[in-house]
């Protein structure tokens, strides 16, 4: 084998040999990025009964800069692209989640500002123009 053959395969074998260092940095980063799924499921999920039980607008809009507020910080406090570790199993929970709070978040201010009434709470429309054809 002469030295330019000799020096190729070396060559190859340091990309090959680099390469695997390079995977081998990637799993070590999907550590945060599993550490980083549990901190965002685990603060949905409690955002989510957090709304769900929200008396009034100003406890449900509280929650909402609250959520957005402490979601920040946790995807500030990881690398950049740890986001891009994680697993397509991980991300289509994290979308589910995401979508559980937003349907809880929108149905909790409906149903704050639009309560439903019971029956026997509503003026009865009938006795009501009754009374004032009498006053007439």
Same mark, same amino acid.
């Given at each position: 084998m002469n030295r330019t053959?000799?020096?190729?395969? =070396?060559?190859?074998?340091?990309? =090959?040999?680099? /390469?695997?260092?390079?995977?081998?940095?990637?799993?070590? &980063? @999907?550590?945060?990025?599993?550490? #980083? $799924?549990?901190r =965002?499921? @685990?603060l949905t999920k409690d955002? =989510?009964?957090q709304l769900a039980s929200a008396e009034d607008s100003l406890s449900w809009a509280s929650a909402c800069f609250e959520f957005e507020d402490k979601l920040d910080k946790i995807s500030f406090s990881y690398p950049p692209? /740890?986001?891009?570790?994680? /697993?397509?199993?991980?991300? &289509?929970?994290?979308?589910?989640? #995401? %979508?559980? $709070?937003? @349907?809880?978040r929108d149905k909790r201010i409906d149903e704050i500002?639009?309560?439903?009434?019971? %029956? &026997?709470s509503v003026s009865?429309?009938?006795a009501l123009s009754d009374k004032i054809q009498e006053a007439h």
């Amino acid at each position: 084998m002469n030295r330019t053959g000799l020096i190729a395969i =070396i060559a190859v074998g340091s990309i =090959i040999g680099l /390469t695997g260092c390079g995977q081998e940095k990637k799993n070590k &980063d @999907r550590t945060q990025a599993s550490e #980083m $799924y549990g901190r =965002i499921c @685990r603060l949905t999920k409690d955002y =989510i009964d957090q709304l769900a039980s929200a008396e009034d607008s100003l406890s449900w809009a509280s929650a909402c800069f609250e959520f957005e507020d402490k979601l920040d910080k946790i995807s500030f406090s990881y690398p950049p692209d /740890t986001d891009l570790l994680l /697993t397509e199993g991980q991300n &289509d929970t994290i979308h589910s989640l #995401m %979508q559980e $709070y937003v @349907r809880t978040r929108d149905k909790r201010i409906d149903e704050i500002l639009h309560p439903v009434l019971e %029956q &026997d709470s509503v003026s009865d429309v009938d006795a009501l123009s009754d009374k004032i054809q009498e006053a007439h």
